[in-house]
């Protein structure tokens, strides 16, 4: 292989806390706000609306936050947070007059969702919590000053969500059925009975969706009725019919943005080769148009004050950090807030280039290759790296696992395999039933598309991946074990039948979508075990790494060390790496540093790339 030219850029720069994180804006103007390490873990700062004066108002010390948002009020932060990975969200708030920290749902066991929070109730909040009943959330108005909370609507057991409208009544519900269909199901009046508007079935329930009720009596919704991508369609509710406001016959809507006030529709996204969108209010054109000229990323608006003459705008971009913007509409100006993660501006990235190609079924699938800074890009060390979900996608922009590999001498490549979404429900419905089938087939022949193109060496390849993606390295390693040279999982399934029955108990209204697009253990038993590499593990014969979180309650520690006990009994080369302080990935800085030092050093030793 030649010589990098590029340094080696430092894990911790790489997967190290960001410098900053998630600016916002309060709702007044008045201040700012952004994630910044305090004692080595993610806190919200707070300070002026110039960025002066930032101080800490929260001190968590373990995993870190990773999401908080502004109170209506201008006067406190609220934010949600997890033990050690288990995904039992808690809600705090923080007064920031006096920094006192309340915890809103000090509730053991139960996990909250924030379902509605407007400026109009400034003072209420409506979210979901799983008190009753831990398979369902019920819908509660919460007071945030005094904590009090008031039942609103009462999961009759099969509802997967609750809607508001802006004046935090309840207006809509998804519910599952029997056959694995969806229902959205709405009412005029807090008062009315419930009533279907639109059935999915389940052609279509993962292409399709409610977003909002606007303020004029109508529902936005992405919906694939009759058609293979999802449409943007307005429903008036008082005569139940709906226009289309916007589509593409490929892609999936991915982003929508309304005025925060009228709600009235300004700008669609879709997610082609990279995001790209569609202009519905002329007035916002010309602040697109300003704003695309500040960056060469892709970028989102995603925060904005009450007065909506302030934006914030992020960008991602395949080779550089993440760049946030304040922009004035009244100076048509932006101005550069900060880099995410400054370091990486010392430092040679790659570019990630989208690709396609055929697979052996004649589908055309789409992903992306990053490639190392060297002279020849030929005949590389070759790492896939499979995407989670699996009803997810990779996008392009700022990877730091893909810059990582790359970095260290080794061609990425990342594959929208078939049941990934944002390319239509025919090619998201085509992996239903297709675990370690047809899905691993896209993966197994998108490497033998780069090895044909003479970019990666086919005796120096290897498959590497989380959730999903971590599945599919094990089915890499026991399908086709001449492939690959070495394989790392990261919290994935290796038993399908053990993994579906072990599900959250708030995912059990999923269970039957499950059970169609993945297989039934009670009617598919020898089906699922065709597919589950535990049941293969007689196969495996390349190195493995193996890590795993303790807490992680949708793909269970089982899942991980019975597949490693197999292995051991058999003789095969492995490392296992249990985090007893993570759940599903890895959150805490010090345990990412961890792993994927870990990682380096595996894929070093089989593929022969660079470390630090």
Known sequence: MSKPHSRIIPRKVLFGNPDKASPKLSPDGKSFSYLAPAGGVLNVFVGKADGSEMKAVTSDSESGIRSYFWGQDSKSVLYVQDKGGDENWRLYRVTLEDSEIQELTPFDNIQVQVIEYTKDHPGKMVIGLNKDDERVHDAYMLDLQSGD???????????????????????????????????????????????????????????????????????????????????????????????????????????????????????VG??????????????????????????????????????????????????????????????????????????????????????????????????????????????????????????????????????????????????????????????????????????????????????????????????????????AALAGATFTPDLFRCAVDIVGPSNLISFIETIPAYWSNYLQMLHERVGNPETDEEFLKSRSPLFHVDQIKIPMLIAQGANDPRVKQSESEQIVAAMSKNGVEHQYMLFPDEGHGFAKPENKLKFYAAAERFLADHLGGRIE
């Open 270 to 471: 879709y997610t082609r080769a990279r995001l790209e969108w569609e202009v519905l209010d002329l007035e916002v054109g010309k602040d697109m148009d300003n704003i695309a000229r500040l960056h060469r990323g892709d970028f989102v608006v995603y925060d904005r004050t009450d007065d909506d003459r302030t934006w914030l705008a992020g960008f991602t971009a395949d080779s550089g950090p993440a760049a946030y913007y304040r922009y004035d509409r009244d100076t048509c100006e932006g101005s550069l807030l900060f880099h995410n993660r400054t370091d990486l501006l010392d430092y040679a990235l790659c570019e990630m280039t989208p690709i396609c190609f055929e697979t052996r079924d004649g589908l055309t699938v789409h992903g992306y290759l990053t490639l190392p800074n060297v002279p020849e890009q030929q005949n590389l060390p070759l790492v896939l790296n499979v995407h989670g979900g699996p009803w997810a996608r990779d996008s392009w922009g700022y990877d730091p696992e893909a810059q990582w590999l790359a970095n260290r001498g080794y061609a990425c490549l990342q594959v929208n395999y078939r049941g990934s979404t944002g390319y239509g429900k025919n090619f998201l419905n085509a992996g239903d039933r297709e675990w370690g089938g047809k899905m691993q087939n896209d993966l197994v022949d998108a490497v033998q598309w780069v090895v044909e193109e003479g970019i990666a060496n086919p005796q120096r390849l290897a498959i590497y991946g989380g959730s999903y993606g971590g599945y």
């Open 149 to 267: 909370l008031t039942m609103l609507e009462k999961n009759p057991g099969n509802v997967l969500g609750f809607m508001c409208d802006s004046d935090l009544n309840v207006m809509g519900a998804i519910a599952n059925q029997p056959d694995g269909s969806f229902e959205f199901r709405v009412r005029n009046k807090p008062e009315e009975e419930w009533r279907t508007l639109v059935s999915w079935d389940s052609e279509n329930n993962l292409t399709s969706s409610p977003l909002l009720f606007t303020r004029d009596g109508c529902v936005l919704m992405r919906d694939s009725r009759d058609v293979n991508a999802s449409r943007l369609i307005k429903y008036d509710l008082s005569n139940d019919e709906f226009e289309v406001v916007s589509f593409d016959p490929d892609y999936d809507v991915s982003n929508v943005m309304v005025h925060p006030d009228t709600l009235e529709l300004e700008m």
